[in-house]
């Protein structure tokens, strides 16, 4: 019977625990929760953007609010003015939809209650137009397109008339293989040095990886995408010397090993 007792017993107090067990962590459940919305430590002081001027600074934070919502719903509890709704936010999808930005990220401060945005824009490198479309879109030294351009003329711009029938649009790049445009970029300069004034640069179908310069009072230069003479200099020269350039219709370097002229 002792034993039964004491079971008993034991069960009572049991009893009596559990329910101040609930109020226990009720208050601290509740406790935590005005700590983490309401208390003042948890307070965005300041929104700070660095590194872009022509993007608005409300409207970037807006973007920012949207994509935590669209993908994490639970932080909208939280409001916009709390470090909780920011803290650990992606930047990958909103700086897709703004194409003059290079880089961006977000940054949450919480022991200065700050939300920091470091972006980077991009830079001007040339014009690239597309004649079929006559639509012109300025692109940066990677290729990347980030904003319309009016049709340029002029030797004091670089402008490349793309004569294929395909179509881009903001934040994609001019080429489909980013080496491609590195090339163009390496020639241009070879040719610039060799004292050669460029009186055009247009892109044919890319199915045949084939480009052109025009040099002014001279031939066409024809070249091929996937293929660059290592000695592109020495050969200009070379040809320069034994040729009347003013009497050229074209020079054929697209195939290795082999020039052709006409």
Known sequence: MEGIYEFKREEKKIRWKFPVVLLVIGLLLIGASYFFLYSGFLKVNEFKVEGTRAVDKNTLFALFASEIIKNQSWRALFGQDNLIFWLGAKSASVKERIPLLAELALRTNIWEQRVEVNARERQFNGIWCFSERRQCFVFDKDGVTFSLAPTAEGALLLKI???SERSINL???????????????????????????????RVKELGLREWEIVIAGGPRLIFNFEYMSGNLAEILKNLRGQLNFSKLQYIDLRVPGRIYYK
């Open 161 to 163: 008339t793309d004569e």
């Open 171 to 201: 934040g994609q790049s001019v080429l489909p293989e980013r080496g491609w445009l590195a090339g163009v970029f390496t020639i241009l300069e070879i040719i610039k040095k060799e004292g050669m004034a460029i009186a055009d640069i």
